[in-house]
């Protein structure tokens, strides 16, 4: 796995030429290629953790542990970066607001990462078919769509109106940078965005002077800087991630811990496995379309080895993790897949995760820059789950689709609640889901054949690779 074989006298390859996982370039350009990944995963790798409440730093030299991880695992076939993932976040803003700390948080993820790891394993074992005969792209759609737009609620009344005019603009600006930037411009426009916004806000508060808003946890309004440094100063330049404490003013300031369980809090969460393994699917697919390999014997390694990497570093106060678009589309415009550069990418995220004044200047970034991010982030999360449909030919005319999802989106998006006891409900994403899978899968067993015969023709799904005949064998199964 690290004997990569040196190709095209280690320089850059001629046009049309590719570089394969194991094959690599000299090591000063796969340096740059391994920085290159770095700046890719950077942004949403950071600010994910501070929605979440989590430590950024603890988060970016966790990525790199992550990456590692899943390489070792999948022994080098499958070239990923592991970034901090975006599928637990409504989960977490649920946890927060019934009261649950960092500890408990983690501790629910790590359960998380745990159950994805035994899906990955079960998949190895019984074949990567089984994915879609369990999970189909109907199904893995709504359950992504759900999770994303659950979270609008968290931005109409925590971020957004910590400054609505911050937030609006950063808005605006993520919008026309992701939509007119061109190239790798355009795919880190999140984080471009969160810059923008952090030096607007400094400039605001140079200019205009103060802002009177509601901070998280406040009772009521205080007038306060929109940029507050305090904590910047106090962070040494080099060190380890800080541990959890409670600051002066009463609140959690999240660093490294260990995970505390509540069944509850783990049921809010679990529905993320379903959005990881589409996700980890439909990466691993495009992975083998870009270097022509067949990687569906591996796919459940590779979900499985996503599991095991969450596992690890939420079991130490880190945000969870899953494979990274950005970086595989740093592939697709370099055509160089050695894996090489990942491990070179984990490596300098590792060293990046030791400086607590780089994760304190992440952590002060505004509430009102976050609001202006998160509308456009919860918003492309949910309409994920409207892409995998189209990708797919769902059909919508067919009752044995429309009316399980129909039911089980509104659930979540309405946090509608199932009350069995005064210690113990199901709500939100958690009952959506569950109403989402076990709705779809009684409605397709209870319809009449032409509507089963119906879905059958529905293209399959391009993460889990199968070919139509074999879609029907599944559907069959």
């Not at 400054?163 to 940078?177: E, G, H, K, N």
């Amino acid at each position: 796995m690290f004997g990569w074989r040196e190709v095209y006298g280690g320089r850059t390859p001629p046009p049309g030429r590719v570089v394969a996982p194991d094959e690599r370039l000299s090591w000063p350009r796969m340096v740059g290629l391994g920085a290159q990944h770095v700046v890719a995963m950077f942004g949403a790798t950071f600010v994910f953790p501070i929605v979440m409440g989590l430590n950024p730093q603890l988060a970016i030299m966790m990525s790199g542990v992550a990456t590692i991880c899943f390489l070792l695992i999948v022994k080098g076939i499958v070239p990923s970066y592991l970034g901090t993932s975006a599928s637990f976040v409504s989960a977490v803003a649920a946890i927060r607001a019934q009261g649950g700390d960092s500890a408990q948080v983690t501790g629910a993820i790590l359960v998380a990462g745990l159950v994805l790891a035994l899906c990955g394993l079960l998949i190895h074992l019984l074949g990567f078919r089984v994915l879609h005969a369990v999970l189909p792209p109907v199904v893995t759609g709504a359950v992504v769509m759900l999770i994303g737009f659950n979270l609008a609620p968290v931005v109409a009344s925590v971020y957004w109106p910590q400054d609505q005019w911050v937030a609006l603009v950063t808005m605006v600006f993520v919008i026309v940078v992701a939509v007119a930037a061109r190239g790798f411009v355009g795919r880190i426009a999140i984080f471009l965005g969160l810059i923008f916004g952090y030096l607007l806000s400094w400039l605001l508060d140079r200019v205009a002077g103060p802002i009177t808003s509601v901070l998280p946890g406040a009772s009521g309004p205080t007038t306060h800087d929109r940029v507050d440094w305090s904590g910047v100063a106090a962070a040494p330049w080099v060190g380890f991630p800080p541990h959890t404490t409670t600051g002066a003013d009463g609140n959690e300031v999240a660093g490294w811990h260990a995970p505390a369980f509540s069944f509850a809090f783990i049921l809010l969460v679990l529905p993320a496995v379903v959005a990881l393994i589409a996700e980890n699917a439909g990466h691993v697919k495009a992975v083998a379309e870009m270097t022509g390999r067949d990687l569906n014997p591996v796919m459940g390694k590779a979900i499985g080895a996503d599991g095991v990497a969450t596992m690890l570093a939420s079991s130490v106060g880190g945000s969870p993790t899953t494979t990274y678009a950005e970086n595989i589309g740093v592939m697709a415009a370099t055509r160089i897949y050695s894996t090489a550069a990942y491990f070179i990418a984990a490596i300098v995220a590792i060293l990046f995760g030791f400086s607590p004044k780089f994760g304190a200047i992440i952590s002060a970034t505004p509430g009102g820059v976050l609001g202006g991010i998160t509308v456009v982030l919860y918003g492309m999360i949910g309409l994920l789950g409207a892409k995998i449909w189209k990708e797919n030919g769902v059909d919508f005319g067919n009752p044995i689709n429309l009316v399980p999802l129909a039911a089980g989106i509104i659930i979540a998006i309405g946090d509608t609640s199932l009350v069995f006891s005064p210690t113990f409900q199901l709500s939100g994403i958690a009952l959506g889901t569950i109403v989402t899978i076990a709705g779809y899968h009684l409605a397709r067993w209870l319809a009449p054949e032409h509507l089963r015969e119906q879905q059958r023709l529905e293209r399959p799904c391009p993460g889990v690779g199968l070919s139509p005949a074999e879609q029907r064998g599944a559907a069959d199964a």
